[in-house]
C-alpha cells in the first residue's frame, strides 16, 4: 500500500476515534456498511484481508459526503481511506463497471453524462458550456504517448 496517498498514523486515530460513524449516512442506510473494517483491513496489514476490502463492495459505499471530514478533530475522516483504496482498487483494475461507463462516457465525450436539453428548456437554463473535449483527447493522447501505451 502506498502511504504517500494515506496517511496510517492519522488513519489508527481514526480508527480509535469512530465518533463519525453514527452520523455517516452510508453506515447508517447501507445494511453492512462499516468503514471501521476496512480501516482495521488496512492497519491490519494483512494482504489476504486488504485484497478482500479492495474486491469489496464497502470501498464503493462512501458518499464522500464529507460528514466524516467535517467531524474529524484530525480534519482526516475515514473517507479519504475510502479514496485511497478506491484508487489502489482502480489501479489493480478492480472497479464497479459504472466507474468503467462513466470514465469511457468522458473519454468520449468530456462529460460524465449528456445534459438533458430539454428539461433545460423547460427549466429556462441556458446551454451548457463547451465540453473542452478536443483539449482534454490531445491531452490524453499526449499522456498515453509518455507513457509508452
Known sequence: MSDKKLNLDLLKKCGECGACFDLCPSSLHIEGYDPRAVIKAILGGDKAELDGVLNSKQIWQCLECHHCLEMCYQHYGFESAMTAMRLLATKRGIHPIQVKKGWDMFA????????????????????????????FLKLFELYKESIGQ
Do not use: Q
Open 108 to 135: 468520449k465525450t468530456g462529460r460524465l453524462g449528456e445534459p438533458n436539453m430539454g428539461a433545460r428548456k423547460r427549466l429556462g437554463l441556458p446551454e451548457p458550456a463547451a465540453s473542452g473535449k478536443e483539449e
